[in-house]
């Protein structure tokens, strides 16, 4: 599975397993994927206990390259 198409929700921790119901519900497949924390630690990726730090981009290179072939007026 890729990303295309999937969207981030960002909820309470003790609602987390409402918002999955809820949604799964719906027909919506969903799962919880990490948990926020004090912006200190930063981002990290943590996959079987080894964690990795991620790095923030403060532009999206697919938003730039979008707008960039609208402003050539590519369809």
Same mark, same amino acid.
């Given at each position: ?10 909820? *309470?921790?003790? @609602?987390? =397993? ?7 519900? +719906?027909?919506? %497949? ?13 981002? *990290?990726?943590? @996959?079987? =206990? ?7 981009? +403060?532009?999206? %290179? ?14």
């Amino acid at each position: 599975c890729n990303g295309a198409g999937a969207m981030l929700i960002t909820c *309470k921790e003790n @609602d987390a =397993e409402a918002v999955v119901a809820t949604l799964e519900k +719906e027909g919506i %497949p969903c799962v919880q994927i990490g948990k926020m924390t004090e912006k200190s630690t930063g981002m *990290k990726l943590v @996959d079987r =206990e080894e964690k990795t730090n991620i790095i923030y981009r +403060e532009k999206d %290179p697919y938003w730039e390259a979008f707008y960039k072939s609208i402003k050539l007026g590519w369809k």
